[in-house]
């Protein structure tokens, strides 16, 4: 068990030792961070009820509900980890779809007018970032991107791989790099507004990026089973779409 893992149980250990409560953990993909701060103040308003959110990539996340971490409900980035986690017995419940995803090229100091998926064979453009496909699904989807564009061998070099969409957005706004992949709910979010300039990408030149979550077996005989419930029932409300729809899903 590594470290982080480690400190989130202690965490947990705190809060049950210091306040049995029915507050859950809610882990969440990096690429929803930002929408699901509004979704975690609209729920406590509407129940009443607290939640914590733990942010990382699919992939890491998986791994930590793989080796038993204290999670509720996990939101993910696709419907392969959930998937996974279904069929490994994590899960009573199959993972439901709630929002399409959409990936766009971002970069803090290209002109919007010049901004396209051929000029990161520029020579003036050095560095691209790009989330890790083997963890993240954004990262997968840009890979798909630039194999299906003919662009892939000729800026492979030039890719420099964030551990989640989030370490990636920070590459990009900082101008550590030229360019770089992201998700749109990102570029949108009050946090990363008005920082560069970006582009939606053709969502025909990689698969639908069907993002989903599933009520964990965590909770099941527990005091939190139903406010575990109530959160993941809330995803899928109108009130839920709304501010989804906001950040750009579809």
Same mark, same amino acid.
């Given at each position: 068990?590594?470290? /982080? ?9 705190? *809060? ?8 859950i953990v ?10 699901? +701060? ?41 419907? @392969? ?31 919007? #007018? ?9 020579? @003036?453009?050095?560095?691209? #970032? ?5 963890? *993240?699904?954004?990262?997968? *989807? ?12 000729k800026i492979? +070099? ?10 990636? #957005? ?8 030229? #360019? ?12 990363? +507004? ?12 990689? @698969? ?9 077996? /965590? ?19 109108? +009130? ?11």
């Open positions: 068990m590594n470290f /982080h893992l480690f400190f989130l149980f202690f965490l947990v250990f705190l *809060a049950g030792c210091s306040k049995p409560s029915e507050k809610v882990a969440t993909a990096a690429n929803v961070q930002y929408v699901m +701060k509004e979704i975690k103040a609209a729920f406590e308003k509407e129940s009443g009820k607290e939640i914590d959110i733990v942010v990382g990539s699919s992939g890491k996340l998986t791994t930590q509900i793989r080796e038993g971490a204290p999670f509720d409900v996990f939101v993910s980035a696709d419907t @392969k980890y959930p998937q996974e986690i279904f069929k490994n017995g994590g899960s009573a419940e199959k993972p439901k779809v709630y929002a399409l995803g959409s990936v766009v090229l971002w970069s803090k100091n290209i002109p919007e #007018a010049e901004l396209n998926i051929d000029i990161l064979t520029d020579d @003036k453009v050095k560095k691209i #970032a790009i989330p890790n496909p083997e963890t *993240a699904p954004y990262g997968e *989807a840009a890979i798909q991107v630039l194999k299906s564009k003919n662009l892939f061998g492979e +070099k030039k890719l420099v791989f964030g551990e989640s969409i989030a370490q990636t #957005a920070q590459y990009i706004t900082s101008g550590n790099v030229e #360019a770089g992949f992201n998700a749109l709910s990102i570029v949108l979010s009050p946090e990363m +507004k008005d920082q560069g300039n970006y582009i939606i990408l053709d969502s025909t030149d990689y @698969k639908p990026i069907e993002q989903a979550a599933i009520l964990l077996n /965590h909770s099941a005989d527990s005091p939190k089973k139903e406010t575990s419930e109530q959160f993941y029932n809330f995803l899928y409300s109108q +009130k839920a779409k709304a501010i989804f729809q906001k950040y750009g899903y579809k």
